[in-house]
């Protein structure tokens, strides 16, 4: 089956750096996207990796490692406007889009 | 400016009232998809329409039916909502199904199953 894990709920502190995991099983792989959701809100597209290694975008990266199976979203400089859901996605082989459930990111000041 | 739009943003129906929920793009891209989600959970996708060409998930209950007149819009039927088709309905567009055709959403439709 096809599965994607990352943490259900991470809690941060305005101004800090929080590292948001995602590990995956999919069939075949054709790039990972990472969404942001605010409550009651469509989510919004942050970045999308397809090659290992860090893409840098503002206060947020992605990284990727394909052999792994793992992915992770860094938040820099944490805002309080930061706090979502944030949703992690594969592209499999069929290129369906499959989710995770999301890790709601709480930020306190 | 473009974007995908939905109406409308909040719905209330009775069980087994049909509903239909609307979506449109100004993006001209040609794939829309439809999910369901509900909270706490991931998006799920109940189908897609690449162009014309209709594919529906084979989990997707047949309570659900979709319509893509034109390019611009898509429609979802429920046929007869149930207490569990509460959800947030989201409508998206990619330009195609290629790895680097990122999926754009509207804001939504809440549904209300009373």
């Known amino acids: 089956g096809q599965n994607i894990d990352q943490p259900t709920e991470m809690t941060a502190t305005e101004g800090a750096i929080v590292q948001i995991n995602c590990t995956y099983q999919t069939s075949g792989f054709n790039g990972l996207f990472w969404y942001q959701q605010h409550a009651g809100e469509a989510p919004t597209f942050l970045s999308y990796?397809?090659l290992d290694g860090l893409e840098e975008k503002g206060r947020f990266s992605s990284f990727l490692s394909r052999s792994k199976g793992y992915s992770y979203l860094l938040l820099k400089e944490l805002q309080m406007k930061d706090s979502a859901s944030y949703l992690c996605?594969?592209?499999?082989?069929?290129?369906?889009?499959?989710w995770g459930a999301g890790t709601k990111l709480i930020i306190k000041p | 400016d473009a974007m995908v739009i939905q109406n409308p943003r909040y719905q209330v129906t009775q069980f087994g009232k049909p509903v239909t929920l609307s979506c449109s793009q100004t993006?001209?891209?040609?794939?829309m998809y439809w999910y369901q989600q509900k909270s706490s959970q991931a998006p799920k996708l109940l189908f897609h329409y690449y162009d014309k060409d209709f594919n529906n998930e084979a989990d997707t209950p047949d309570n659900f039916q979709s319509r893509r007149p034109n390019t611009s819009f898509c429609f979802l039927d429920i046929r007869s909502p149930g207490l569990g088709d509460a959800a947030m309905y989201l409508c998206?567009?990619?330009?195609?199904?290629?790895?680097?055709?990122?999926?754009?959403f509207g804001p939504g439709t809440r549904l209300t199953v009373l």
């Open positions: 993006l001209n891209h040609n794939v």
């Open positions: 996605a594969v592209l499999d082989s069929n290129y369906q889009l499959i």
């Open positions: 998206a567009t990619s330009s195609g199904t290629e790895s680097t055709d990122t999926q754009y």
């Open positions: 990796n397809v």
